[in-house]
């Protein structure tokens, strides 16, 4: 057909020729061919999947560098030795926003800042750099002093607490307590309710054998025998035909 296809333009011209032969009428859009011509081609064009070039890796012109210091892996190796540490409450204010870089650690404890895991970690490093001692020896003397100046400061808080006490203060439970407390009622609570399902388990199991077994709501079945002989005469006239003081034969003997 070469570079253009013409069909489409005879298609009008094709049911002209078809009304003037009488084969077929005029069809409705015989009008709207006429005005809008169609263009080359009827059929809708196959649509190509573009290719897809290879995806090039992205650059790591933008990738921020990996930010460590030294004393990540001194942090690293306190809190993985004293992991409570993380769990006490920590003062974050600063007066400045400067006030490390006026610490002087050439002692482990700082006025206005708190005794912590932060407190060992500088002063770890500090004597690694300025005394010269390697990364062990440095730790255990820093974590010596933090020992030691953690034990005074319980010390005196417990001493406070006791003069407290003596002049009439109250303290409630302890964090100790609290947890004691909670975990003997969760305790109780698991008892009743092994000790129901011991029970429910045991009567199902009797149920099994014995069928359904009723409780008596009364005292015992048990009868005196004054009860017995007055039950004994109240049940003789209800016999037919029997003369009085004879027994009646047959039957089901009653027994006391």
Do not use: C
């Amino acid at each position: 057909m070469g570079r253009y296809d013409f069909r489409p333009l005879r298609v009008r011209h094709t049911a002209k020729a078809l009304l003037d032969a009488k084969r077929a009428p005029l069809p409705q859009w015989y009008d709207v061919v006429g005005d809008i011509p169609p263009g080359e081609t009827l059929a809708r064009p196959v649509l190509r999947v573009p290719k897809m070039r290879k995806v090039r890796k992205a650059s790591k012109l933008f990738k921020p560098l990996p930010i460590a210091y030294p004393e990540d892996k001194l942090r690293s190796e306190f809190f993985g030795d004293h992991p409570w540490e993380l769990a006490r409450p920590r003062l974050v204010v600063e007066d400045s926003g400067n006030d490390a870089k006026g610490y002087d650690w050439s002692k482990i404890e700082q006025p206005g800042k708190q005794l912590d895991g932060e407190s060992v970690v500088q002063r770890q490093m500090w004597l690694m750099k300025h005394a010269s001692l390697s990364k062990a020896s440095a730790y255990d003397l820093a974590r010596r002093e933090f020992y030691r100046l953690r034990h005074f400061s319980e010390i005196r808080a417990r001493i406070a607490k006791e003069e407290a006490q003596h002049v009439g203060a109250y303290f409630g439970k302890g964090p100790l307590e609290i947890g004691m407390a909670l975990e003997d009622q969760a305790w109780e609570n698991w008892k009743r309710w092994a000790t129901t399902q011991i029970e429910d388990e045991q009567a199902m199991r009797a149920q099994m054998f014995s069928g359904q077994q009723d409780d008596d709501s009364g005292g015992g079945t048990d009868m005196s025998s004054a009860e017995y002989e007055r039950a004994v005469e109240e049940l003789q006239p209800s016999a037919p035909n029997n003369p009085q003081g004879r027994a009646p034969m047959g039957g089901v003997t009653a027994h006391p």
